[in-house]
């Protein structure tokens, strides 16, 4: 069974940082795009940022370019989200995303297929 389990979530203030670390176990994304995305309240959820399978290639949402950078660690199926410079606005909860194809472009939720349970994600003004 596959299980992709988030951490790193929390209470910060404007302005400062946080790192969010996905674990996957059960199967390993070495080779297939890892991403996040988040849901903040009354809203639809936003994709976030995305690595391709290679690892090669980044992507990001426009809301946290040049400020949010994702990583990943495929010797301990482990992707990580720095978010620097947080505003109010990034408030949500974050979900990490693994897909089974080694899609070129993963930016779209409906290309994953396993997701985490979520972390809430707070940022204070």
């Known amino acids: 069974q596959v299980q992709l389990v988030e951490s790193g979530g929390g209470l910060v203030q404007a302005g400062g940082s946080l790192r969010l670390s996905c674990a996957a176990s059960?199967?390993?994304?070495?080779?297939?795009?890892m991403g996040w995305f988040r849901r903040a309240p009354g809203k639809e959820r936003e994709f976030v940022a995305a690595?391709?399978?290679?690892?090669?290639?980044?992507y990001y949402g426009d809301s946290v370019k040049g400020r949010f950078t994702i990583a990943r660690d495929t010797a301990q199926n482990t992707v990580y989200l720095q978010m620097n410079s947080l505003k109010p606005e990034d408030t949500a909860v974050y979900y990490c995303?693994?897909?089974?194809?080694?899609?070129?472009?993963?930016?779209?939720?409906?290309?994953?297929?396993?997701w985490g349970q979520g972390t809430q994600v707070t940022v204070s003004s």
């Open positions: 995303a693994g897909a089974r194809a080694a899609w070129t472009r993963p930016t779209t939720s409906g290309q994953y297929d396993y």
């Open positions: 059960g199967r390993t994304f070495s080779r297939q795009p």
């Open positions: 690595m391709s399978g290679s690892g090669s290639s980044t």
